[in-house]
């Protein structure tokens, strides 16, 4: 990472728990890059006071009929990179590999002068292809407690027919699942995740994931999150806020 930026996961993610719409406004805007890359965009568009918008290279705005105005400091993402296997001894070994690096060379909408450019619409959310991507299946509900909404078990998860929100349920389990919480031990005493940041880890997971497809739901994942926090969670650990983004990415 470049020294001269350095993002505080948990700063953005606590503010957007706290401030409503703040997620959704991030995301719309940000709409086609990693969700990493988008809260890394956003927070250094809080702290240089630039309003979000959409982003795109300095050759990547001119194709748009725009161009970056004069004295404009780029944004800083992360970008992948093919570097040569320098070590590579046999036919057996790659001559590539894949490797990232922080680069500054994006710039948000409000940067730029020239042509107005429509902001980017969001896809559908495809469920199905979702669970698979993510190599969870899907099991029945089986509880007989009405009041759960789901479960998460190693790498499945069911959600109750009664859920009031099926798809906040279904983000929130697929947060357990790719965060490791279902391989904690299967959530037996002695975890190594306490079951308050367990909980804000995967609500958070739901929060966002609510937020970028524009789906309802994202003031009960503040909700489930604030009152987790008082049962525990004075705040979200950044190795947590870390975590929940190299997840999503």
């Known amino acids: 990472m470049t020294e001269q930026f350095s993002p505080q996961w948990s700063q953005m993610l606590r503010e957007a728990v706290e401030v409503p719409g703040l997620l959704l ?50 944004l ?15 036919d057996d070994d790659p001559e590539h590999f894949l490797g990232f690096a922080y680069k500054p060379r994006w710039f948000v909408l409000s940067q730029t002068e020239g042509d107005p450019i429509e902001p ?11 669970l698979a991507a993510l190599n969870i299946t899907e099991i029945p509900f089986d509880l007989t407690d009405g009041n759960t909404q789901g479960f998460a078990r190693k790498r499945s998860i069911a959600v109750s027919p009664l859920a009031a929100l099926p798809h906040k349920t279904t983000f929130h389990e697929c947060g357990h699942v790719v965060l490791g919480h279902t391989e904690e ?47 525990g969670q004075d705040s979200i650990p950044e190795q947590s806020a870390q975590k929940i983004f190299a997840r999503l990415t």
Not at 46 to 62: C, D, H, K, L, V
Not at 77 to 90: A, E, H, Q, V, Y
Not at 192 to 220: K, W, Y
């Open 25 to 74: 406004k991030a995301y719309s805007s940000f709409h086609g890059y990693s969700i990493g890359n988008q809260l890394l965009a956003m927070v250094q568009c809080q702290t240089r006071g630039i309003e979000p918008g959409p982003i795109s290279t300095f050759p990547g705005w001119i194709e748009k009929g725009r161009h970056v105005r004069r004295g404009e400091k780029a």
């Open 76 to 90: 800083v993402l992360c970008m992948p990179l093919t570097f040569k296997n320098r070590d590579r001894k046999s």
């Open 120 to 130: 980017p619409t969001i896809e559908a959310w495809d469920r199905s292809r979702a």
């Open 185 to 231: 031990a299967d959530f037996n005493d002695g975890e190594l995740t306490p079951r308050s940041l367990r909980e804000v880890e995967a609500e958070c997971v739901a929060l966002i994931c609510c937020e970028t497809l524009e789906l309802p739901g994202a003031e009960f994942c503040r909700g489930y999150v604030q009152n987790w926090m008082k049962q």
